[in-house]
């Protein structure tokens, strides 16, 4: 499959908007994840299914996934759009494509930490803006210059490796063979019960391991899908926030 510059230039738009301020924080929250990423990149080069089905592949390595402190483990978004397109236009397994987004993402680090260093000086600016009362120059500090780093050190990154990532991978799988490429797939199966189990380390605490097993029996003994069980979770959650509140209420009174 080729990828056009205009298909390239769209995915690499989603990826920037997937970190910056214009939707209003929800880019964070949605066109972050694996699984968005891999149908939208699907959605643009023809394929949705198949995109949605490696997005979501590769969405389970990051089940556990967490930035703590400014530290980033890795990128879900890189991995997401670059892998899934790389995967696509290659025309490799979805378990190859898993092995290959796991490296694409670890890069996506070198993308955050350019842009915390870069955020560092711009603060600097805003701080000399403030000494002299000038509200403008801050908000200019404070907008400008962090969207259009952003932008130049996520934009063309992406676009140049799905414009021409493609052809080299290909020529780079061939070069190897298919034993190696047997043995990325192995590997890549392997990648999500990485995922999965940092997933459980985080549900297996106390307070919450209650709610992985209710759910685990409705599937199991009622037969219901995951549709249903996040149905029945929401509702519960609901009243679990009631119930809090008026406690809380209580307590106050």
């Known amino acids: 499959m080729?990828?056009?510059?205009?298909?390239?230039g769209l995915i690499a738009l989603f990826y920037y908007l997937a970190q910056g301020p214009w939707l209003?924080?929800?880019?964070?929250?949605?066109?972050?994840?694996?699984?968005?990423?891999?149908?939208?990149?699907?959605?643009?080069l023809?394929?949705?299914?198949?995109?949605?089905?490696?997005?979501?592949?590769?969405?389970?390595?990051?089940?556990?996934?967490?930035?703590?402190?400014g530290a980033l483990p890795g990128d879900p978004a890189l991995a997401g759009y670059v892998g899934t397109a790389?995967?696509?236009?290659?025309?490799?397994?979805?378990?190859?494509?898993?092995?290959?987004?796991?490296?694409?993402?670890?890069?996506?680090?070198?993308?955050?930490?350019?842009?915390?260093?870069?955020?560092?000086?711009?603060v600097h600016w805003a701080d000399r803006y403030a000494e002299d009362g000038n509200i403008n120059g801050v908000v200019f500090c404070n907008v400008v210059p962090p969207q259009i780093l952003l932008f130049v050190i996520s934009f063309f990154p992406v676009y140049f490796a799905v414009l021409y990532g493609?052809?080299?991978?290909?020529?780079?799988?061939?070069?190897?063979?298919?034993?190696?490429?047997?043995?990325?797939?192995?590997?890549g199966g392997?990648?999500?019960?990485?995922?999965?189990?940092?997933?459980?380390?985080?549900?297996?605490?106390?307070?919450?391991?209650?709610?992985?097993?209710?759910?685990?029996?409705?599937?199991?003994?009622?037969?219901?899908d995951i549709v249903a069980v996040g149905a029945f979770a929401a509702v519960l959650a609901f009243l679990m926030i009631q119930a809090t509140a008026k406690g809380g209420v209580q307590n106050e009174g």
Do not use: C, E
């Open 2 to 8: 080729h990828i056009s510059a205009f298909q390239a």
């Open 190 to 224: 392997m990648l999500p019960a990485l995922g999965i189990a940092m997933n459980l380390m985080g549900i297996s605490r106390p307070g919450t391991i209650a709610y992985f097993l209710l759910g685990f029996f409705l599937v199991v003994y009622l037969k219901l």
């Open 46 to 69: 023809g394929n949705p299914v198949q995109g949605a089905i490696i997005g979501a592949t590769i969405n389970l390595i990051y089940l556990g996934f967490i930035s703590a402190g």
């Open 24 to 44: 209003m924080g929800l880019g964070y929250w949605t066109l972050y994840r694996p699984l968005v990423a891999g149908t939208l990149v699907g959605f643009v």
């Open 86 to 122: 790389l995967a696509l236009a290659s025309g490799i397994d979805v378990n190859a494509a898993l092995a290959l987004a796991v490296p694409i993402g670890l890069l996506g680090t070198v993308i955050w930490f350019v842009r915390m260093t870069g955020g560092a000086i711009f």
């Open 166 to 187: 493609p052809a080299a991978v290909k020529g780079f799988i061939d070069l190897l063979g298919q034993g190696v490429l047997k043995a990325l797939m192995v590997v």
